[in-house]
């Protein structure tokens, strides 16, 4: 009995602490307003560009007001490499909520010209086709911005 | 799943994503990593870059007592008149990973168009060089390789990127023991001191047939910089190289070997101004030809009467780095060994046969900023001297003080005001300094302005 009041404590605590830590984002069902950011640019500074609107978006909004998802196909998905300068910062924005897709076409050609498939930062998400998933998060009513 | 296992999976991730941010942050950190790497997964197909400077210097030196000049009271590199303006750099490049979806190989393109040592020599006046042409390969891990032309891995003023250098001219260690001049490859006889009308109708005192070396070399590097936690980074680079600077031929068949180390605290901050704590020490080996024997009659000299022998030529040194504005403090001690350029005094080419060729030299210096908070001003001081020829019978001290301000437009654009408080003698109480000193008396301040813009 005890143990079970134990696991109960060490349940509810954990829930409140990872409720502290947990993406400022809104599920996207419920929030206010919902961007999607497209990149399919070459360019280097349209990466730290992408990244910098959705924190912008973060504390343009309160809690849970704002839904983000980054979405990259093409050159542009370069931003979702593993050893992307940026790794970092897509880790902070991932854990506050941004959600990153990366356009499983795109991968599939990558692969095919290096022969082997480029290792991909952990918080991307694979999706089948880049933009169809725009196409998708479009529909939800998403707004979409290609800064 | 098991606390015992939830707690190990936890720990995995941890020790991962450590990892990760290591191998991200380990990246652009020094000179190694900023000019032979590209971010991964973030490099353009083509980065085309530059900057051009311009400049106005006034050297207050007087002539010596029979109204003669020698170099250094005279303004580089056309060495004719004592002030004037001048395009000191004009580089255009261009840097990326040319196949970008590939980060594992990238590449560095760089020529020179303004007037300077690399591009106007006694021999000729060429309208563009070429000073960097590089590939790196990424492939293996903890020893990237870097091959073609680049600069190789040495002292802080070399190997820092020279559109950031805080100050106009070099240190004379710096421009005396490490800016390389080659032998010409015939024996080429010492020119005297000109008088103004001689400059004026084509008296040079430029007598190096080539290119300065612009701290560059042809040949292979391998290198890296590792991320060994608490924020410090350790950096290394191994090169071997022809020895010849910017020019390609290996005329002696010897080649140059370079070693590289340096341990930095990063203080934050990233690319060229990125703030840290640094120390480092490197060392370079080769060995050059120089004929210093004149045939009989010089009018008459043919190949038969060449007598190039090989002599070692050695530098090492070592340094400290510290950056976080707004104070800036860098010191360096460096040691020469051997085909020392004993210019200066005696007005043109010379390596003085057994003096020069085979002396001592070093030489050190301790500079600083401090960039005035919550304006765009900047302020610098730097102390540095060169004992040349040292313990030998005409043994020379160059000692000079700068004082430098700069005005920072943007952070891509300013100006730089120096002024150089100098003085150059002979120290030994011997006869050949008596000549030197003649030469050298009446060298005076110099006053430099300077332009400089990136893009």
């Not at chain 2, 020529?111 to 690399?118: I, L, P, R, S, V």
């Not at chain 2, 790196?136 to 950031?164: M, S, W």
């Not at chain 2, 410090?232 to 080649?255: C, H, L, P, R, T």
């Not at chain 2, 019978?393 to 437009?409: A, L, M, P, W």
Request: a neutral charge.
């Amino acid at each position: 009995m005890l143990n079970h009041f134990r696991s109960l404590i060490f349940i509810v605590t954990s829930f409140f602490i990872m409720s502290a830590a947990m993406p400022v984002l809104a599920d996207d069902d419920f929030a206010d307003y919902k961007y999607v950011l497209h990149i399919s640019d070459m360019d280097p500074s349209k990466q730290e560009l992408i990244l910098n609107n959705a924190s912008n978006l973060l504390e343009a909004y309160p809690p849970g007001a704002v839904a983000v998802e980054i979405v990259a196909y093409g050159p542009g998905l370069r931003l979702m490499f593993a050893d992307n300068p940026n790794a970092q910062r897509i880790d902070s924005l991932s854990q506050s909520g941004v959600k990153f897709a990366a356009c499983g076409n795109t991968l599939k050609a990558m692969t095919k010209q290096l022969g082997y498939e480029p290792q991909l930062n952990p918080d991307a998400k694979v999706v089948p086709g880049g933009i169809v998933r725009i196409g998708e998060l479009v529909k939800k009513g998403y707004i979409y911005v290609k800064p | 799943m098991g606390e015992k296992k939830l707690f190990k999976h936890a720990l995995i991730s941890a020790v991962c994503t450590l990892a990760f941010a290591a191998a991200g942050s380990a990246n652009a950190a020094n000179w190694l990593m900023l000019q032979g790497t590209e971010d991964p997964g973030a490099s353009p197909r083509a980065n085309v870059w530059g900057f051009v400077q311009v400049d106005y210097q006034r050297d207050y030196s007087k002539a010596n007592a029979t109204g003669q000049y020698v170099p250094p009271k005279l303004r580089g590199p056309d060495l004719d008149s004592q002030s004037g303006f001048n395009i000191s750099r004009a580089r255009i490049g261009a840097r990326g990973t040319g196949f970008p979806i590939d980060s594992n190989i990238n590449y560095f393109l760089l020529a020179e168009f303004g007037n300077n040592g690399t591009t106007h020599s006694a021999s000729e006046y060429t309208f563009a060089k070429l000073t960097d042409a590089s590939i790196t390969i990424n492939d293996i891990p903890g020893a990237r390789i870097r091959t073609g032309l680049f600069k190789y891995p040495g002292a802080e003023e070399g190997l820092q990127a020279i559109h950031v250098f805080d100050y106009i001219n070099f240190t004379e260690a710096t421009n005396g023991l490490l800016l390389e001049r080659f032998p010409n490859h015939a024996y080429t006889a010492n020119l005297p001191a000109q008088n103004q009308t001689q400059l004026q109708t084509g008296g040079a005192l430029n007598g190096f047939n080539a290119p300065v070396g612009a701290f560059r070399d042809v040949g292979i590097q391998v290198f890296d910089a590792f991320d060994v936690g608490n924020d410090w980074e350790a950096s290394y680079a191994v090169m071997i190289g022809q020895g010849n600077g910017i020019e390609f031929d290996n005329v002696d068949g010897k080649y140059d070997t370079y070693l590289y180390a340096s341990a930095e605290k990063k203080l934050g901050g990233k690319g060229p101004k990125a703030e840290g704590f640094k120390f480092f020490a490197w060392s370079q080996k080769g060995q050059r030809l120089l004929d210093s024997t004149p045939c009989a009659v010089p009018a008459t000299c043919v190949a038969a009467d060449a007598n190039p022998v090989l002599y070692k030529r050695e530098r090492a040194g070592l340094g400290v780095k510290y950056m976080d504005k707004p104070f800036r403090v860098t010191a360096e001690y460096i040691k020469a060994n051997g085909m020392i350029w004993v210019g200066p005094d005696k007005p043109t080419f010379t390596f003085a046969g057994s003096n020069g060729a085979e002396a001592d030299a070093n030489g050190w210096y301790v500079e600083g900023g401090w960039y005035i908070p919550n304006t765009k001003w900047e302020l610098d001081a730097r102390l540095d001297t060169m004992t040349r020829l040292k313990g030998a019978i005409d043994e020379h001290r160059f000692n000079k003080r700068t004082v430098g301000v700069q005005y920072h437009f943007n952070p891509k654009s300013r100006v730089t005001i120096n002024y150089e408080m100098r003085d150059f003698s002979c120290t030994a109480s011997s006869t050949p300094c008596t000549n030197a000193n003649k030469n050298l008396d009446g060298v005076g301040n110099k006053l430099g302005v300077q332009m400089t813009a990136i893009y």
